[in-house]
């Protein structure tokens, strides 16, 4: 059976995970497309329902929806065919158990799902979110690509998550640093990655032990958040190995 009416309850629950609302109250998110609604499964993620457009049936087992109402789900403005619903993760607060990062009031939901892909990718699977955009919006978990299933996060309130990493040494991002190229991390540290506009709250600021830039050329002011914390992932953790 083709399910073709919007008003059909599948599709109203589903077309609700596109808002933080309806993520909040069904506690699950949206994943879209053949390859990461694969990598989901193969990363052991709780896949909740799959969907497919009707002329994608057969390539997927799941509901099969007509192509107006598949639309209408996504969050793509060109989907690809094949869609999934999946559990949040419900992870405990705690301290981190290695080398993490915390990002404080990132507000773009790509720039949150990049980061959480580069930090997977160098190795920071322990993420803190204070006041945050939401990782499991449809752009963010785009933006990941995949990083989304691997990566521990926790998210909450900078009250919430800050005393959690009391006694962890804090480097923190900021234009005002030390030269990056210079500095030598300890083994074990927090990164710490400010808003888009405003940079780190005064609160972070206040815990960082150590304060790193990246060296820029005189007519570039400053570089994408996501940008900065690739770079800054990866140049803190291979100096951490050459010590």
Avoid: W
Avoid at 22 to 32: A, D, K, Y
Avoid at 132 to 138: E, N
Avoid at 144 to 159: D, H, I, P, T
Avoid at 190 to 211: D, H
């Amino acid at each position: 059976m083709v399910i073709l009416s919007k008003q059909n309850p599948i599709v109203k629950r589903l077309a609700s995970l596109r808002d933080k609302k309806g993520r909040r109250e069904q506690g699950t998110f949206l994943v879209e497309g053949g390859k990461m609604v694969r990598e989901c499964r193969e990363s052991g993620q709780e896949i909740v329902l799959v969907a497919v457009r009707e002329d994608y049936a057969g390539e997927e087992e799941g509901v099969v929806l007509g192509r107006d109402v598949f639309s209408y789900i996504c969050d793509e403005k060109t989907p690809q065919g094949v869609l999934a619903e999946v559990k949040i993760p419900q992870t405990p607060l705690g301290p981190p158990g290695g080398r993490c990062l915390l990002l404080d009031g990132l507000q773009d939901p790509a720039n949150v799902g990049a980061v959480i892909r580069t930090a997977v990718a160098a190795g920071y699977e322990e993420i803190y979110l204070a006041d945050c955009a939401d990782p499991y919006s449809p752009k963010s978990v785009r933006a990941s690509m995949s990083g989304v299933f691997y990566a521990k996060l926790m998210r909450g309130s900078r009250a919430e998550l800050l005393p959690l990493l009391q006694g962890v040494p804090v480097v923190a991002a900021d234009m005002d640093g030390e030269d990056v190229f210079s500095f030598a991390p300890p083994e074990t540290f927090c990164l710490a990655i400010g808003n888009e506009g405003n940079g780190l709250s005064g609160e972070v600021r206040k815990m960082a032990s150590a304060t790193v830039k990246i060296p820029m050329g005189e007519h570039t002011e400053s570089l994408n958040a996501a940008v900065s914390a690739g770079i800054l992932m990866y140049l803190l953790g291979c100096n951490t190995k050459r010590r």
